[in-house]
């Protein structure tokens, strides 16, 4: 009977010792799996920022790029209003100019004189 009970034991101190193997077999594929994710997740992280980095370039450079659009887009605005202005005032000292001619052609030459010149007969033909 006591040989039994030793040969019950001993199965069950066999069966502990396997399965404390098995469980340490297992913690090192553990430990083995969460060193690898860990790595892929440090090379994730590392592509990641590096793509972050190359969008915020782009958008600062397309930022820029759009600025300096505006800039020369507002600068020929500011250009085509003075050529505007300048135009305009060209056409407002040619009419008081004109002006100054046809009333001259139309009234006589003397200031005094209300009657119309000759050439200005041919408007009422």
Do not use: C
């Not at 992280?45 to 887009?73: C, G, H, M, P, Y």
């Not at 100019?97 to 119309?116: I, K, P």
């Amino acid at each position: 009977m006591a040989n039994d009970l030793l040969k019950k034991l001993e199965e069950k101190i066999n069966e502990a010792i396997e399965t404390i193997e098995l469980s340490r077999m297992e913690v090192t594929d553990l430990k083995e799996q969460n060193e690898e994710l860990e790595n892929r997740y440090a090379d994730w992280e590392t592509r990641l920022s590096t793509l972050i980095e190359k969008f915020e370039q782009l958008e600062d450079s397309e930022d820029a790029e759009v600025e300096e659009e505006v800039n020369a887009a507002m600068q020929d605005t500011e250009e085509e209003s003075e050529e505007e202005v300048e135009a305009a005032d060209a056409l407002d000292s040619e009419d008081e100019h004109s002006d100054e001619e046809e009333l001259g052609s139309t009234f006589g030459t003397n200031a005094d004189s209300f009657t119309e010149a000759p050439e200005s007969a041919q408007h009422y033909a």
